[in-house]
């Protein structure tokens, strides 16, 4: 029977540090989604991996028995081959004992990441994703101990497309029900002491596995934004999930009831400011820094103008909506990478800069200053020529929330509310503007 969830704010734990805790913890995270460590914005201090790591550490100084699992998107959601180096170094040294495979490690390509974890000996599962001559991407389960427990783990991942906008993982792959796979895994596990599976799914759908699905005992779910504060008990499995952008970490300790009886009880813990970061993650991620700044890629799906230009040239005509423009935070969107001192890092370059890595783009601020915001062709992708060329930016149209989204993301703007956010950048009717 699981017990009530407790919120934890800052950076306390279940296991006490002057006693070494003999009760099996099992850990589990989600959705890091490639970040080593947290930007380092005001409004966004949480997550990431060094921190997650600094406190599974301070677990692991406290209680005996941890097992530390995560159902997936430890990978970004966009090429960056040398941020996953960087990130299964990190994966590798943390000592996970189960990474689930998630959409987002499959865009690396299935030999990728077989490569990846033969290279650097990375407990990866998945149980429902073959290549096309029927060979499982990497194992479909592992076996390992907690305490004096043998523990079983399965992964399993939907067969749809995420993200936005919706990237293709399953070219040449071959994914099979995660249904009918959890129930073969769960049969192949049966004589294990505890079966756990990492579900990477919508929420609904992790429920309904876990209703028909016999013999598992605890289910982390995956992908899933949804953040569950108590754990839910479905048929024989206790559901548990640690939400959106990786910026908490969840804690399940087994101990016994009154009676004598196994409970879990629950704790998460969000990582905030005051979790102090894993030094030797934080050293990884400014060597990804230092490299990744000489060979930056950008493949993300925004549109490209036919030349960037500063948002000056369009000011020219549009005279009020520049003014107004020049009163919002896209104006100065490269001050706060710089207070953070995080100028070299070419995902976040990718947001606070226009055109960073593309041609023509945003190169540095010595070189081309104006390109240094947030301009008018993130939203309107025309050039200041476009009235010559009979071309009209309507911006009832242009303006996307799924352009806002490619940068106000939930790891990067977790607190980002398209409505909310949109009026803050919205023009005025265009009064007075120059004729041609």
């Known amino acids: 029977m699981a017990g009530a969830a407790i919120l934890v704010f800052g950076a306390g734990l279940a296991c006490e540090p002057h006693a070494l805790r003999e009760d099996p913890v099992l850990l589990f995270s989600a959705n890091n989604d490639g970040i080593l460590a947290a930007c380092g914005c005001p409004g966004n201090p949480s997550g990431g991996f060094a921190k997650r790591q600094g406190l599974v550490e301070q677990y692991r100084r406290t209680c005996r028995n941890v097992l530390l699992v995560d159902p997936g998107d430890l990978f970004p959601d966009h090429k960056n081959d040398v941020l996953v180096k960087y990130l299964v170094r990190g994966a590798a040294r943390a000592k996970y004992d189960a990474i689930g495979l998630g959409d987002q490690e499959f865009l690396v390509g299935a030999e990728r990441l077989r490569a990846l974890r033969a290279e650097y000996v990375l407990p990866m599962v998945c149980a429902n994703v073959r290549d096309a001559s029927g060979e499982f991407v990497v194992a479909p389960h592992l076996v390992c101990s907690l305490n004096d427990r043998k523990v079983g783990i399965f992964a399993v991942l939907a067969d749809r497309v995420y993200g936005f906008p919706p990237m293709e993982w399953r070219t040449g792959l071959v994914v099979e029900d995660p249904i009918v796979a959890a129930k073969r895994e769960a049969e192949a596990l049966a004589e294990c002491d505890l079966v756990v599976a990492l579900s990477h799914q919508p929420l609904q ?44 970490l969840g804690a399940l300790t087994l101990h016994r009831d009154a009676e004598g009886g196994p409970e879990w009880t629950q704790t998460l813990t969000e990582l905030s400011a005051r979790v102090p970061g894993a030094k030797w993650v934080e050293d990884l991620y400014w060597n990804y820094v230092k490299e990744a700044k000489e060979k930056p890629e950008t493949d993300w799906d925004t549109p490209i103008p036919v030349v960037y230009e500063p948002a000056e040239a369009c000011g020219e005509c549009h005279e009020p909506e520049f003014k107004q423009w020049q009163t919002t935070d896209h104006a100065r969107a490269y001050e706060p990478i710089r207070k953070a001192g995080r100028q070299d890092d070419p995902e976040c370059l990718m947001c606070h800069t226009m055109g960073f890595a593309r041609k023509g783009g945003f190169e540095s601020m010595a070189k081309t200053p104006a390109l240094g915001r947030v301009t008018c062709q993130a939203c309107h992708v025309v050039n200041s020529d476009h009235h010559e060329k009979g071309k009209k930016a309507e911006p009832r149209i242009f303006l996307s929330s799924r352009w806002c989204m490619s940068c106000h993301g939930m790891v990067q703007s977790p607190k980002f509310d398209y409505f909310t956010y949109k009026p803050r950048i919205q023009h005025r009717p265009e009064e007075g503007r120059k004729k041609d």
């Open 205 to 248: 759908e992790t429920r309904r596995l876990a209703a028909e699905v016999p013999g598992v005992d605890i289910i982390v779910s995956g992908h899933d934004t949804t953040t569950l504060l108590e754990p839910e008990k479905i048929g024989d499995a206790i559901l548990v999930g640690a939400g959106q952008a990786g910026d908490i």
